[in-house]
């Protein structure tokens, strides 16, 4: 499979940023949903 152009592919580490930067995005949206479905 081409796969080439994928951010941060020749990282290291690359994968598993990535996977952080994901799960960190969706802890904030997650949060930040909940935190405003109280306030109605």
Not at 8 to 29: K, P, Y
Request: hydrophobic residues 60%; positive net charge.
């Amino acid at each position: 499979m081409n796969v080439g152009g994928i951010s941060l592919a020749e990282n290291h580490h690359g994968f598993w940023l990535l996977v952080f930067i994901v799960a960190s995005f969706t802890a904030l949206a997650g949060w930040w949903a909940f935190r405003h479905s109280r306030n109605i």
